[in-house]
Structure formats: C-alpha cells, structure tokens
C-alpha cells in the first residue's frame, strides 16, 4: 500500500471512528455560551495555534460569537513568555481577559497537556484556572486526550491508528470538526460567502 493511500485510508477510518456524541454535547455547550453572551477562548501550540486563529475567525464571523486566541498577539504572547515563562503564558492571558463562568475555554491540542510529562503544561494551568472560574472548557485532542479530556465539559478525541501520524490527523481533524460546528444551522449566524453566491 502506497503512502497516499494508507494516509487516506487513515483518515476515513478516523472519519468513522469519531465519537458524534461528543461533538453534538460541544455544539450544545458553545450555543449556550453564545446565549449568555459569553466569549469562547482559543488555546494552541504549535500547529493548533494556527489553527485556534483560525477557529478564532470562523466563531466570530459565522456563529457569531465573540472570540479570541492569545497566538494572535504575538507581542504579549512573547512578553509574556520571556518576563514570567511558557507554563504560565496562556493562565495569565486568561486572568487579563477577565474569564468568568459566562466563557468558554476551548483547546487545540495533540496531546492535551500532560504536566507528569512536562508537554504542554501551559494548557495545564489556564484549565486549572478555567475550573476555578466556572468557564466551560471544550477541546478537539489527540492521543488519550491528556489533561484536557480529563477536565473538558466535552472533548472529542481524534483516535490514534498509527503513531507515525497522530500529529497530522490530529491537527487536521481539529478544522474538520470545527467547520463541522460552525457550519450547523443550529451554530451559523451569517451565511458562508461561497454558499451564499448562486
């Protein structure tokens, strides 16, 4: 079997494997947060950040709900990262942003966090931080789903089929899911420029 074909094979199987539960119980979280006026924060590193400023722009211009991710200002991000260190950089955004129990916290992330293994350990602390405030916390992870599918109020887990490529299905099924989300009519406030053109 080439490559090209094992990869999508992968991917299909993925496809079929993803538990809709999980992500029908994310839509219901987030339009409740929209209700209530609350704001919904995007946590990412590496890849997931590119892809949490990108969610960014989809929730506000489609679903219509305020959102943020601290990637997209790279002047605090790196501020904040050389005065008080990585592990803190995402808990302190979220304590200048004012999270309250009205938000959510929703992260992007191949493994999660894992602080015993010392990956990712800033998503450790702004979750720890977003119980403490009664912010709901959603997450599209990887592998087991770390710290994340532990402490997630809903969390869908892309399934691990080959070690080789958990980071690629993981991040790419991250926008899968969540174009999934903000394409649902119960989710889209305005329409999609190319479905709206005849």
């Given amino acids: 079997m080439s490559y090209v074909n094992e990869y999508l094979a992968e991917a299909r199987t993925i496809t079929k494997q993803i538990n809709q539960a999980d992500i029908e119980r994310m839509i219901g979280i987030i339009l409740g947060i929209r209700q209530h006026n609350g704001r919904l924060f995007f946590l990412g590193v590496g890849g997931s950040a590119g892809n949490a400023s990108h969610a960014v722009n989809d929730f506000r211009k489609i679903a219509g709900i305020e959102s943020y991710s601290p990637c997209d200002n790279v002047s605090e991000l790196t501020a904040r990262t050389n005065d008080d260190g990585w592990e803190s950089v995402f808990v302190e955004w979220l304590k200048g942003s004012h999270l309250n129990s009205q938000d959510g916290v929703f992260v992007l992330s191949v493994g999660g966090g894992n602080q015993q293994k010392n990956v990712s350990v800033n998503l450790v602390r702004a979750l720890e931080y977003a119980k403490k ?66």
Avoid at 164 to 190: G, N
């Fill in 133 to 198: 405030t009664g912010a709901k916390i959603v997450g599209i992870v990887g592998r087991d789903g770390g710290y994340t599918g532990k402490m997630a109020d809903a969390c869908v887990i892309v399934p691990t089929l080959n070690t080789a490529t958990v980071t690629a299905h993981t991040e790419a099924f991250q926008a899968v899911i969540w174009h999934l989300i903000v394409s649902d009519p119960r989710m889209r406030a305005t329409e999609m420029k190319w479905e709206s053109v005849k």
